[in-house]
């Protein structure tokens, strides 16, 4: 299979040369597209699962709508 | 508190009189909260639609007609429970039981006089064409450029006249080929049929249809916006299609083409009032403003409620024949908020909302404070 | 970034306040570097490059491009979340045309520290502290008008209610009016929020809609019009308005799915696979979060562990083929040596650093005894900082370090991780709390904080000292799984589990697996569901790896995660099963009512009697003249204070399939709130289309049900009172359903016992985290599905059975797990045998053993889950949680009290 990569905004270059550094090697298990809570976890378990995972947001930081929000219900602790 | 059980008899009934949407409220309340009547009395739709859900409508009080059909709540109802036509369902059943209240009176002398003379006002047919007297107006015949259709308020009512005749000067002016049909004319029917007057508006209708067909008619020009929906929407279940065109887009028209031209200024505060026909019903704001904004010295104001969001003059509905209690009118609302904005005069274009704007100016005593004109009154001025 | 002459409307702060061109995105945002937007003078119009000329590191390269990357990977996650709806198209709530009509996703930034106001919640139009506040419900979701969702957004009714609760914390004497049709507080824990929010003083919940209709001139406060069924139209104004939009597609979805090659549903969300809402139209495609729909961040949790499940599934073969081992230096042997802390004082960006004065604290530390070395930072978090704080132990031999910053519940593990890439214990870590203990709670008091970060430095300092490094322990694990409960999730979730190569064993205390499902003939959706039952079971027997044990008991539950030894007796036979993780997936029952002539009267059933007799054609069912069903049986009540979740939608289906039957049926849905989220909000209008009925109720007036005999016939009555009409309803009925409760399953308790779990207050098991570990408990290696955790439908069901199942194997696929060093010790000389520790400790890690000294307790270190409860317990202080000793925290009270102590000498000296 080979997928390209979602249209990325010029924010996600930083990002995006460190996937090339990975040894050239740009085949991964696994992947993710969206960084919101969703996507972070997702990605969190495969690698704990022992796949190599490429975790593409558009962007300029992981977090999505959580991220924005100021606590979360129902125990209202802090969403970062 | 009563205690009732549904009426099944009745809910099939409503359901077969096209009130069938009831059933999809969810009593959310925002029908209310939008509805002019709450400016002025307490009117609850909501209720009147659960009422009619489980078959208790109470059809002989006003409450079932007083729905100007100003289109605010269906625009907003999130369950699309088409409010109108519910209501219109209820009327039609009241007819049908031979419901006959007080308030009504003035709607049976309507509809008798419409069944008759094809006019409200329990005037001759044969005098449709008079306002025309004088002007050279002819009738028209096939091959002409449009059909001028002036509406009963125009044609007859003294105060309005005016106003079909202005439009006919303006379009000689612009060298229009046009004609009228007068005794030829029906009502549209579009308010009778709101009083759930269905077999009524069909008959008119029909009268209007063959007339059109019979002359070869293929585009109308219209003053009313009630016309306007008749023609463009009601029609369309005869499986017609006219050409319809509303004289605020019409105006536009000649003037973008360059046959009619505005040669002088009009220093004064201006504001313009939607007619909920014209506006909510079939989506035409701009054309009214695009004129407007044409006259040089020209100063146009928006009030609050404007475009989508317009309040109603409450003579829709059919309500054209129902006495409201002059506290009770939402055109006073109206009158003020333009008097408010410091407009000097306040256009509209529908003849419905002109009676009531006038009433309520004269009512309130705002003869010094502002003036009420239709859009083709202000043309007039201007192009010669 | 104070250099960049651009101001534009910050994107993260919903635009309400103004940020540079270039900018950290968030002060906490990963990654944490600065970059450049499309506002920069320089990217627009080849102007200004000042940042370029001031950087000292020259780290800007203006030229930059995106580049294109391949990636070739086995399998996808799509995760793009949602976009909040805009309620700029549609122009009916004055939003962007009244100053103080804000959306809640504004709100959440107004309300929020790193927020435009530094988390004041204020009004644009004139700065000042809104008042009076109303929320509008449901903008953008539950209707069919033009520009507007049909369903339902499922999250703002709680998020209402945890706005409110924050308005209050900030402001008591706020007063808040919520205005809507239905609560809908259907989650786990959410009608007791919903309780909490609405007993607030000065907050109101009205049901109704509203319109928002004018702003006033001068003050531009919004008045907003609703209707009540009392006294008819209001009009009130006030301070602010929040509009509560639902959640849409992510913007670019129409892009994606064309990209990707998946289909969507009608309302641009994916298209899921009807059972499975991980599973896309296309093979080796996985989505989670808001991206199925609207969820919550649970849900988003868990089906993102679902998703990662799925992936497993399909790649397990490959397996560890490119995931690389971390290592870490060897660790130096520090205990001998005399302390030598190093303070890292952290500005969080201004959150800290503006209040506290951080220089001064850093100055104040290098007075303390030991404190060899102190400086500030921007962000300790960041990358960089932690590579400031490894190369500072190594420079100036620290053996001791605390970061002044933020919770340890967030970033404790972190700069543990700095700890031991620098070669050090990673229990010489301390942490002292100056954000959420201080900046944040005084932000008005900027010397009094910074004395206070001072004090809890100080105190850290002074409890550092005593540190002893802790050796962590590495246990091996068993690779099976045992699976308690053959239901949906149970199956599905051993499924997973073994097709990801692992030996699961299946318990079923019935002889049949199937569990509820088995009484569930369809979903709303339409699925056969016993059919798809069949195949479940199916698969489950068929694979090799699975063990499935029915009418089948636990009598024994022993070991810890990783290594779990748990007894069953099985038709006649007992086993002893040795397993590495546990999930306990046992369902729940239904409550028996005892309200409305249940078991009085054989025409009163519940919901699901209902259901199999439609299914079965019993023609008293069938051909019934009329139907009435009564929601909220045996719940939301004092005695169940929850909402049972799918009884809304339950009883809806039963509606349409009686109409589908016959249409002439009249049905009668008297109900509390309808709870229809999500998309089953369509079918509650179905149904009403349908013209089943729907009577709303109040708990002080429910309807009353009465068999009364007419015509020598016994009649069921129901009489309910309708608010809207003002009046009384009276229906009869020939079949009463009754929507009774989903309570716990009965062995809940022995299984709290047997696999040291814990129950919520509903008696439902209770997950570590609601939100960070929604299938897990606090247990190690035991993890919970299904609607054991909480009545939820099947597709939910499903989702969270291949969450869990996702965890799971995250334990199981590594060969071993690290316990911590902070456990339990006990002092054997200390110890006079009470055995009170004993009875104190959850997880039965406390056991006497036979030691030269005597009978003494012991400690099992793989057991202990170092919460202390033992140490309170124990006379003598003979047993001592590592890491919390009383050396430890004494000498951080002493140290707090030694300031107030010289304070007060200072106030006699003056
Ligand atoms: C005002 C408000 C308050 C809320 N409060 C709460 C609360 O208190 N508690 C609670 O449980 N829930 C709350 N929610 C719901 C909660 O925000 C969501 O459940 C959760 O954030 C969804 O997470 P997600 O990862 O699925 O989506 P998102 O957070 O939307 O993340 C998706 C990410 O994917 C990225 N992305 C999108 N498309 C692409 C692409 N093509 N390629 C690469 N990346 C892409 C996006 O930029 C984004 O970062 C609230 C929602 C709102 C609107
Ligand atoms: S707006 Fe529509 S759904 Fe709401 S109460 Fe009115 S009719 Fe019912
Ligand atoms: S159509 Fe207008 S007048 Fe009629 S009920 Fe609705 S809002 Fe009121
Ligand atoms: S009912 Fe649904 S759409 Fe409306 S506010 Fe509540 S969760 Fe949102
Ligand atoms: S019937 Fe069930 S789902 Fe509906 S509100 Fe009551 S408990 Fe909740």
Redesign the pocket.
């Known amino acids: 299979m080979n997928i390209k990569v979602p249209a990325v905004t010029g924010m996600e270059r930083a990002k995006e040369r460190h996937a090339k550094s990975l040894a050239g090697a740009n085949f991964g298990d696994v992947l993710v597209a969206g960084g919101g809570i969703s996507g972070i976890q997702a990605s969190l378990d495969l690698a704990n699962a022992g796949f190599k995972v490429y975790l593409v947001e558009k962007g300029p930081a992981i977090g999505g709508h959580m991220a924005q929000l100021d606590k979360t219900f129902p125990t209202n602790d802090c969403s970062m | 508190m009563d205690t009732e059980a549904p009426i099944r008899e009745v809910i099939e009934e409503i359901k077969e009189s096209g009130g069938d949407a009831v059933k999809y409220c969810y009593q959310c309340g925002k029908?209310d909260s939008?509805?002019?009547?709450?400016r002025v009395i307490n009117?609850s739709?909501r209720k009147?639609i659960r009422e009619a859900t489980f078959g208790f409508p109470e059809i002989d009080r006003e409450e079932v007609w007083?729905?100007?059909?100003?289109?605010?709540?269906?625009q907003?109802c999130p369950r699309d429970v088409k409010?109108?036509e519910d209501?219109v369902a209820l009327r039609r059943i009241a007819n049908a039981y031979g419901v006959t209240p007080a308030f009504l009176k003035p709607v049976r002398s309507a509809s008798a006089s419409l069944a008759a003379e094809g006019n409200p006002f329990g005037e001759e047919r044969a005098k449709r064409a008079d306002w025309a007297e004088g002007l050279s107006v002819k009738p028209f015949t096939e091959g002409m450029e449009i059909l001028y259709f002036p509406c009963c308020f125009l044609s007859y009512d003294g105060q309005l006249k005016k106003v079909a005749q202005a439009t006919a000067g303006i379009l000689n002016q612009a060298g229009v080929d046009f004609g009228i049909l007068g005794a030829g004319e029906s009502c549209c029917g579009e308010s009778i049929r709101k009083t759930g007057h269905e077999a009524l508006f069909k008959q008119l209708a029909r009268e209007n249809i063959k007339s059109f067909i019979d002359h070869g008619v293929k585009k109308i020009l219209v003053s009313s916006p009630h016309c306007y929906h008749a023609f463009k929407n009601d029609y369309a279940g005869f499986k017609v299609n006219f050409e319809v065109v509303h004289i605020s887009q019409y105006l536009g028209e000649l003037i973008n083409e360059g046959r009619l031209k505005i040669s002088k200024e009009y220093h004064k505060k201006v504001t313009y009032h939607d007619p909920?026909y014209l506006g909510r019903h079939n989506g035409i704001y701009d054309a009214p403003r695009g004129v407007l904004k044409r006259i040089p010295g020209l100063e146009l104001q928006e009030m609050e409620e404007s475009r989508e969001n317009s309040l109603?003059c409450?003579m829709?509905?059919g309500r054209i024949w129902i006495d409201t209690k002059m506290s009770d009118r939402f055109s006073n609302l109206r009158i003020k908020e333009a008097g408010g904005l410091g407009a000097e005069v306040l256009v509209t274009a529908c003849p419905y909302c002109l009676t009531a704007l006038e009433d309520s100016r004269l009512g309130l005593n705002y003869e010094d404070v502002i003036q009420v004109k239709e859009i083709t009154e202000i043309i007039q001025e201007v192009i010669r | 970034m104070e250099y960049c002459p651009v101001k534009y409307p910050d994107q993260f702060n919903q635009a309400i306040s103004k940020n540079k061109a270039i900018h950290i995105y968030y002060s906490q945002a990963i990654p944490l570097i600065t970059y450049i937007d499309e506002s920069c003078l320089y990217l627009k119009e080849k102007k200004c490059r000042i940042c370029e000329a001031v950087c000292k590191n020259n780290a800007i390269d203006f030229n930059q491009t995106a580049e294109k990357v391949e990636i070739k990977a086995g399998a996808i996650v799509l995760a793009p979340g949602f976009e909040p709806f805009d309620p700029r198209l549609r122009e009916d709530y004055g939003y962007g045309k009244f100053a103080n009509v804000v959306t809640s996703m504004d709100y959440e930034r107004l309300l929020c520290a790193t927020g435009p106001y530094e988390g004041e919640v204020l009004r644009s139009s004139d700065l000042k502290h809104p008042h009076k506040i109303a929320w509008i419900q449901c903008v953008g979701s539950r209707q069919v008008t033009p520009g507007g969702s049909s369903y339902c957004s499922a999250v703002c009714c709680t998020y209402t209610q945890k706005q409110v609760i924050l308005t209050k914390d900030h402001d008591a004497a706020a007063e808040c009016a919520v205005f809507h049709n239905d609560i809908r507080s259907y989650g786990k824990d959410f009608e007791r929020f919903y309780q909490r929010a609405e007993s607030l003083p000065g907050v109101r919940f009205i049901r109704s809609y509203v319109s928002v209709v004018r702003e006033n001139p001068e003050t531009k406060s919004v008045t907003i019009r609703y209707a009540t069924t009392a006294d008819g139209v209001k009009e009130e104004e006030f301070d602010m308005v929040v509009l509560s939009v639902g959640l849409n597609p992510p913007a670019d979805f129409k892009d994606l799915a064309d990209k990707f090659k998946i289909e969507l549903n009608g309302h641009g969300f994916c298209q899921t696979d009807p059972v499975n809402p991980v599973e896309t139209s296309r093979p080796g495609i996985f989505i989670s979060g808001a991206f199925q729909g609207p969820v919550d961040i649970p849900e988003s949790v868990f089906s993102a562990s679902g998703a990662g499940s799925r992936c497993g599934e399909l790649l397990t073969a490959r397996r560890g083929d490119l995931a690389r081992e971390r290592v870490y230096p060897p660790e130096r042997d520090a205990s001998g040596e005399e302390p030598r802390i190093g303070v890292f004082v952290c500005h969080c960006g201004a959150n800290i650093g503006r209040i506290v004065n951080v220089p001064e604290a850093v100055e104040y530390c290098k007075t303390l005894p030991n404190v060899v070395h102190a400086q500030e930072q921007l962000f300790s978090c960041a990358t960089n900082c932690a590579g400031e704080i490894t190369d500072m132990i190594k420079e100036k031999g620290l053996n001791r370090v605390i970061v002044a910053a933020c919770s340890p519940r967030t970033l404790e593990a972190l700069f543990r991780d700095t700890l031991r890439e620098a070669g050090l214990n990673q229990y010489y870590y301390e942490m002292a709390n100056i954000r959420e203990h201080c900046s944040w709670v005084h932000p008005k008091e900027k010397e009094e904080a910074t004395r206070k970060a001072k004090d809890l430095i100080r105190m850290s300092v002074a409890r550092s000292r005593h540190l002893e490094p802790l050796m962590e322990i590495e246990l091996p694990v068993n690779k099976a799984a045992l699976v308690v409960g053959g239901g949906i999730a149970g199956m599905t979730c051993a499924l997973s589990i073994a097709g990801q190569g692992h030996e699961v064993h299946l318990v079923e205390k019935e002889t049949e697996l199937g569990g509820t499902a088995r009484r569930i003939h369809d979903t709303l959706e339409g699925l056969d569901v016993q059919a798809y039952l069949r195949d479940l079971i199916k698969k489950v027997y068929r694979h090799p790896l699975i063990h499935v044990y029915t009418g089948a008991a636990i009598s024994d539950a022993a070991g810890y995660v990783g290594n779990f030894v748990t007894v069953v007796r099985s038709e006649g036979r007992v086993f002893e099963i040795k397993h590495g993780a546990t999930v306990i997936a046992v369902g729940a029952d239904i409550y028996t009512p005892a309200e409305y002539l249940y078991g009085e009267d054989e025409r009163v059933m519940t919901h699901l009697d209902l259901e199999e007799r439609i299914a079965k054609g019993d023609a008293k069912v069938t051909n019934a003249a009329s139907v009435v069903m009564i929601q909220c049986v045996g719940c939301r009540n004092e005695d169940r204070n929850y909402c049972s979740r799918i009884c809304c939608s339950e009883s809806i289906k039963n509606a349409l399939k009686l109409k589908a039957i016959n249409p002439g049926t009249d049905v009668y849905i008297l109900f509390r709130d309808i709870r229809t989220y999500g998309y089953n909000e369509d079918y509650y209008r179905e149904a009403a289309g349908k013209e089943v009925r729907f009577i709303r109720y109040e708990p002080h007036d429910p309807p009353l049900v009465e068999a009364v005999a007419e015509g020598g016939k016994s009649i069921l009555k129901v009489t309910a009172t309708d608010y809207v009409l003002g009046k009384k309803l009276e229906l009869d009925a020939d079949i009463i359903a009754l929507a009774a409760a989903i309570i716990p399953a009965a062995g809940a308790r022995e299984l709290e016992n047997l696999f040291k779990v814990g129950l919520n207050p509903d008696g439902f098991f209770k997950e570590a985290h609601v939100k960070l570990r929604p299938v897990e408990f606090a247990a190690e290696g035991v993890y919970l599905c299904g609607i054991a955790h909480y009545p939820k439908l099947i597709k939910e069901t499903v989702s969270q059975a291949y969450g869990a199942a996702g965890r799971v194997l995250t334990l199981l696929s590594s060969d071993t797990v690290t316990a911590s060093g902070s456990i339990c010790a006990v002092d054997e000389n200390k110890c006079i045998s009470c055995g009170a520790c004993i009875a104190a400790c959850k997880y039965g890690a406390i056991e006497f053993r036979e030691t030269p000294l005597g009978r003494k307790a012991a400690v099992n270190p793989v057991l202990c889950k170092g919460d202390g409860l033992c140490n309170a317990k124990c006379p003598t202080g003979a047993i001592q949680l590592k890491h919390f000793t009383d050396d430890e925290i004494l000498s951080q009270i002493d140290a707090a009290l030694l300031e107030e102590e010289s304070a007060e000498r200072d106030q006699a000296v003056v």
Not at chain 2, 34 to 38: A, S
């Open positions: 029908c939008v509805c002019p009547w709450n009117f739709m009147l007083r729905c100007t059909t100003c289109g605010k709540c269906p907003q409010q109108i209501m909920c109603c409450g829709g509905g």
